[in-house]
């Protein structure tokens, strides 16, 4: 009788199981594409705050004479541009965490074809946050240095704040584009498991 006994209430006993390797993957998948994108989305934010309320009046003294100076970012091509695209990314970057979101809700898995034209896109706006960062580096840089070749002088020294503003700025630009790249490379390995 204690065999049956033993038996029966062996029969009684769930066993919970097992989640599916695929499932956890795509669970984590999901995760680690929800923190790029969420720090991609702070990075490109702060590179634009950062940038479009840099501006600093101060003088300048060239030979005797003060000059007076005002720089604003919308003074420079560069600058606009770094703006414009943080606003593409951050807008982007918006789209994405409204996707994975909706993917996390639905369960769905996101279409092949679509697969393709977000990594399409996180490839294109790697490359243009990288071009902007480097292009308003070159103007930083030679805001900072003067010209060489000529007697015109270190612009940073008067405008100390500015400079230090629109370089955080760079920085913030630098650092979404290697978060861009980070999710080109989980883009691909999304792809390659499609």
């Given at each position: 009788?204690?065999?049956?006994?033993?038996?029966?209430?062996?029969?009684?006993?769930?066993?919970?199981?097992?989640?599916?390797?695929?499932?956890?993957?795509?669970?984590?998948?999901?995760?680690?594409?929800?923190?790029?994108?969420?720090?991609?989305?702070?990075?490109?934010?702060?590179?634009?705050?950062?940038?479009?309320?840099?501006?600093?009046?101060?003088?300048?003294?060239?030979?005797?004479?003060?000059?007076?100076?005002?720089?604003?970012?919308?003074?420079?091509?560069?600058?606009?541009?770094?703006?414009?695209?943080?606003?593409?990314?951050?807008?982007?970057?918006?789209?994405?965490?409204?996707?994975?979101?909706?993917?996390?809700?639905?369960?769905?898995?996101?279409?092949?074809?679509?697969?393709?034209?977000?990594?399409?896109?996180?490839?294109?706006?790697?490359?243009?946050?990288?071009?902007?960062?480097?292009?308003?580096?070159?103007?930083?840089?030679?805001?900072r240095t003067g010209i060489r070749h000529s007697a015109l002088p270190n612009f940073c020294k008067p405008l100390d704040?500015?400079?230090?503003?629109?370089?955080?700025?760079?920085?913030?630009?630098?650092?979404?584009?290697?978060?861009?790249?980070?999710?080109?490379?989980?883009?691909?390995?999304?792809l390659s498991q499609h």
């Amino acid at each position: 009788m204690e065999n049956g006994l033993h038996s029966s209430a062996a029969a009684n006993i769930q066993v919970p199981e097992a989640v599916p390797s695929t499932t956890r993957r795509c669970k984590l998948s999901l995760a680690v594409n929800a923190v790029i994108r969420t720090l991609c989305l702070l990075t490109s934010a702060a590179a634009l705050s950062v940038m479009i309320t840099a501006e600093q009046a101060g003088v300048l003294s060239f030979y005797g004479f003060n000059v007076p100076l005002y720089s604003k970012w919308s003074f420079s091509d560069s600058f606009r541009y770094v703006v414009g695209v943080s606003v593409g990314v951050v807008a982007y970057s918006l789209f994405q965490l409204l996707l994975i979101a909706y993917k996390a809700t639905r369960k769905s898995p996101i279409l092949r074809s679509c697969s393709w034209l977000l990594f399409g896109g996180d490839q294109i706006l790697a490359y243009l946050m990288i071009s902007a960062g480097s292009a308003a580096s070159g103007v930083t840089s030679l805001n900072r240095t003067g010209i060489r070749h000529s007697a015109l002088p270190n612009f940073c020294k008067p405008l100390d704040v500015f400079c230090g503003r629109v370089a955080v700025s760079i920085a913030f630009v630098f650092l979404s584009g290697l978060l861009l790249a980070v999710s080109v490379v989980l883009d691909v390995l999304s792809l390659s498991q499609h």
